[in-house]
């Protein structure tokens, strides 16, 4: 099982690090690709995906771990998220995220459903996710996360048990701010055990996430 965390943020939003510093210290425990998702809105979107795009780029000529250009769509009107993500795909963003629902923050209403009727790749840290929010996902094939980020992880056992029981896709993210937030492989499993995920279906969430890096690395080549 591959080590792979496609929501990590660097300084160009609310991370702490240069995206070549959180890189690094993601391939020196262990993990094979990384996605730099900082918080986007409309009033800089044009300005953080170029760089973090260039920045992947520069490194991944250099680094054996996969870096990925991304972007994580941040407390914007639900109306706008569709709008947002179309053009962050334009400025050459590899995976889209959406701050999903979380219940520790004022996230609006109506985010979740706006989200998964996008073009995105994960919902991030959903919250209190309804039936018909998961049976929406299943449809998209957009996959729901598993947070390692303090707050977002007090619904990962809610998460789970819907995702699982509507089967949908769920991955697991570190939601990295700061070097201290980078999960390991061993510390990934214990989390997503505890959230009540069974040992025999560890491997299906972190081939999900394989597979999500594959797909992008199949487009590329296109």
Not at 148 to 153: F, I, V, Y
Not at 177 to 187: F, G, S, T, V, W
Request: proline share 4%.
């Amino acid at each position: 099982m591959l080590m792979i965390d496609l929501h990590v943020h660097s300084i160009f939003s609310d991370g702490v690090l240069l995206p070549s510093e959180i890189i690094r210290r993601a391939d020196s425990i262990g993990i094979e690709a990384i996605a730099i998702t900082d918080h986007v809105d409309i009033s800089n979107i044009d300005h953080v995906v170029p760089r973090v795009v260039k920045a992947c780029e520069e490194l991944r000529s250099y680094w054996k771990i996969v870096a990925i250009p991304g972007a994580e769509i941040t407390h914007v009107p639900p109306e706008s998220i569709s709008r947002l993500a179309k053009e962050a795909r334009k400025l050459g963003a590899k995976i889209i995220l959406v701050h999903g629902e979380t219940i520790v923050e004022p996230v609006m209403p109506g985010t979740n459903t706006s989200a998964l009727n996008s073009d995105i790749d994960i919902l991030a840290h959903p919250g209190l996710i309804t039936e018909k929010e998961v049976e929406l996902a299943g449809k998209r094939s957009i996959a729901l996360e598993i947070s390692g980020r303090k707050g977002h992880s007090f619904t990962n056992g809610h998460v789970a048990s819907m995702a699982l029981k509507g089967g949908v896709k769920l991955i697991f993210n570190s939601d990295t701010h700061q070097p201290e937030d980078l999960i390991n492989k061993d510390k990934a499993k214990k989390i997503l055990l505890g959230c009540g995920i069974s040992e025999s279906s560890l491997k299906e969430i972190f081939k999900n996430s394989k597979d999500i890096v594959d797909n992008i690395l199949k487009r590329e080549i296109k």
